[in-house]
């Protein structure tokens, strides 16, 4: 049987309208007693597929926090600040009339010049068409009554709060911090306060992203899992967290979207945004995460159990590689959100590096699980794609443009010869010193994991911090300055 609830609509973008007046109370109990309002329930076909157990860590609460500020505004509105931006809902407590409205609107920052006055209201174009907005309707308990959602979560700092009687108190709105079961490494502790703040808004920004899967954000209306996302982190995810579970779900979901064709499209699982083939930088991460799990936890299983998909998408992947050679391979993002100026660098560069790079895993992974044909024959690939690779992109002085990325990616690979290697070191310091008088990271996002990572291969862990402690823009550190916290 089945009968109306007071969940009258749910959305992860649009938010929940909860109608407590629906309640039936026991409803869940042996002993409840059905009324006329249930109905016969209709018998439908079940979903297509294979049942399997769940791999994918639960969903958790985290203690709620309480406001830092409320603010009241006119038409009865209240702007509560949590001040720490996350995942998550509000937890209303509220007494009043039988039939009263309540909306909670949730937002990431304060309405701002150039986007509109500074007049305490919130700024919602960010989010595009998602409404995040969650609807109470009281059933007039005279105890009071407590409300959360149960099937939605939004992306937040501030929440307005309109149809409430009375003054809120902060006691009656709290934040409900929310993200998948995951085990948290502790922080490391550092006399750097910068640094400590950068990694302890990394941990936050992950968390508020490991809602099922990895999501390329919180608050707007895509929330879904974006495959870029995951090749680039997956490194200092596992750093941080216990991603085994988490990483072996992802790898199932990828092979359930993997074409016939070998293919893997941009967003996993795939509906809607990117395409089929992914940026090769994107789906970089189906042996990206598969050679996370090898590298960190040890699973030669989860190697196995991906072996054969791998090569299927290793040789889809090269008829991405056209007659012209790698200068023209494909590729839709490239060195995504690049800070301009400088220019980004070509498409076909950052395509034909996670290219080159993922092979190099699954030579290892392929050694790993004593596939030695396999070994030889993608080892002599990789030899192959290197030497095309510098000589499709090198300009006499440089790869491709004189930016941080053209430099930091082949030395990465550690693919430039040895007659030019050291004038490629040079410059690539140099260019990184003279950038805007600091050591600022002009990259998109690839870029900006693997330079740091090349500093370090050449010893210049001492640049690599610097850059980490920027504060002026560009920086990872310039949130610093505002004193928030992000996510």
Known sequence: ???????????????????????????????????????????????????????????????????????????????????????????????????????????????????????????????????????????????????????????????????????????????????????????????????????????????????????????????????????????????????????????????????????????????????????PSWSAAFPQVTYVLYKYYGDLRAVRDNYAALKRYFAELQTQVPQSGLSHMAGRYGDWCMLTPPSPVPISFTSAFSYILNLEQFVEMAHAVGESQDEETYANLVAKLKQEYHDSFWNETHYSRPQLTSYALPLYLDLTPLEQKEMVEVDFLNLLDSSDGCSCPRTGIIGAKYMPMSLSMLGRTDIALQVAEQIQLPSWGRSFSYGVKLS
């Open 1 to 279: 049987f089945s009968a109306s609830s007071p969940i009258i609509r749910s959305s992860i973008y649009i938010g929940e309208v909860y109608d407590a007046r629906m309640e039936k109370a026991g409803w869940n109990q042996v002993d409840y007693t059905l009324d006329s309002s249930w109905k016969t329930t209709t018998v439908v076909a079940g979903p297509v597929g294979v049942m399997s157990l769940q791999l994918i860590p639960s969903i958790e609460q985290d203690p709620p926090n309480l406001p830092i500020d409320i603010q009241t505004l006119p038409n009865n509105t209240f702007i509560a600040d949590f001040g720490k931006n996350l995942a998550g809902y509000c937890r209303l407590t509220v007494k009043g009339k039988r039939g009263q409205v309540i909306t909670l609107r949730h937002a990431e920052v304060k309405l701002h010049p150039p986007y509109g006055p500074r007049n305490g209201s919130l700024y919602y174009a960010n989010l595009r068409s998602a409404v995040a907005t969650d609807t109470y309707i009281l059933r007039g308990d005279p105890q009071g009554e407590v409300y959360e959602p149960y099937f939605t979560y939004h992306g937040f700092r501030y929440a307005e709060v309109k149809g409430y009687t009375g003054q809120l108190q902060k006691k009656n709105l709290l934040q409900i911090p929310i993200h998948a079961s995951v085990s948290i490494v502790p922080l490391i502790n550092t006399s750097n306060l910068i640094i400590n703040d950068l990694q302890s808004r990394v941990q936050d920004s992950h968390l508020s992203n490991f809602i099922s899967v990895v999501t390329g954000c919180s608050q707007r209306d895509e929330r879904i899992g974006w495959m870029g996302d995951a090749s680039l982190s997956s490194d200092i995810m596992a750093l941080g967290f216990d991603m085994h579970a988490f990483f072996a779900n992802m790898l199932r979901n990828i092979r359930d979207d993997q074409g016939e064709d070998g293919s893997i499209p941009d967003v996993v699982p795939y509906y809607r945004y990117g395409g089929r083939p992914a940026d």
